[in-house]
């Protein structure tokens, strides 16, 4: 079962900041987070694990709560170069089967 | 360098033929998997496996197959090719464990008409 994402799409100013959520009805173990560019192949950003853990990668970070078996994504001071769709890739525990939201996109404009 | 090479990138086919989708690794990763991108529904997991001999259903398994007989390839094949299974279709790679990052292949554009 896909994870859901929210919100579906995203319209930004550069500069502004953004936020987007995924969450299962599952018991996870992982959370992963890839982008997209139009007419290319997802690109990895992050994988969080369960424990709370938060991490980051230039002005993208991301958390996960294994509790309540959701994950954010935070994009702060939003450059162009952020535009694309955004997957959460989910991992349940006991399999190593990665399955995918529907996806976010995001559109920065000047 | 290692890399997931899919062919072809593009393909249209007929309503009823079989079709078979190339994607090969040179990771020596253990786990593939093939994925349908359609707007709306992001990626959907159609097949995986996670080694030599090993393949399982995802969620929109009806209608295609894959068989794993080397580490390197995962070829998917569309029995009956249907209008529905027009769609983009993506292969990724990653090593053993669930907390391993997924590389993936270009993509192949198929249009079934």
């Known amino acids: 079962q896909q994870p859901v994402q929210s919100p579906q799409a995203v319209i930004l100013r550069e500069g502004e900041d953004a936020v987007i959520n995924c969450s299962s009805s599952?018991?996870?173990?992982?959370v992963h987070w890839y982008r997209q560019k139009h007419g290319e192949a997802p690109v990895f950003l992050m994988i969080l694990l369960k424990g709370g853990e938060q991490k980051g990668h230039e002005k993208i970070s991301a958390s996960f709560n294994e509790k309540k078996q959701q994950s954010s994504l935070y994009l702060t001071a939003s450059q162009l170069s952020y535009s694309g769709t955004y997957f959460c890739?989910?991992?349940?525990?006991?399999?190593?089967?990665?399955?995918f939201g529907q996806g976010t996109r995001l559109t920065i404009n000047p | 360098d290692a890399e997931i090479t899919q062919s072809p990138r593009h393909k249209i086919t007929e309503t009823g033929r079989q079709v078979t989708l190339a994607c090969h690794q040179t990771?020596?990763?253990?786990?593939m998997f093939w994925y349908r991108q359609d707007l709306g529904h992001g990626l959907r997991l159609i097949h995986y496996s996670y080694g030599v001999q090993d393949t399982n259903k995802g969620e929109v398994s009806d209608g295609y197959s894959v068989s794993r007989s080397n580490t390197e390839d995962l070829p998917l094949t569309l029995e009956s090719a249907a209008s529905s299974q027009t769609s983009v279709y993506f292969c990724?790679?990653?090593?053993?464990?669930?907390?391993?990052?997924?590389?993936f292949g270009q993509g192949t554009r198929l249009t079934v008409v």
């Open positions: 990724a790679s990653s090593t053993t464990g669930v907390a391993t990052e997924a590389f």
């Open positions: 890739g989910t991992v349940d525990q006991g399999a190593q089967k990665l399955v």
């Open positions: 599952k018991a996870l173990y992982s």
């Open positions: 990771w020596n990763h253990n786990n």
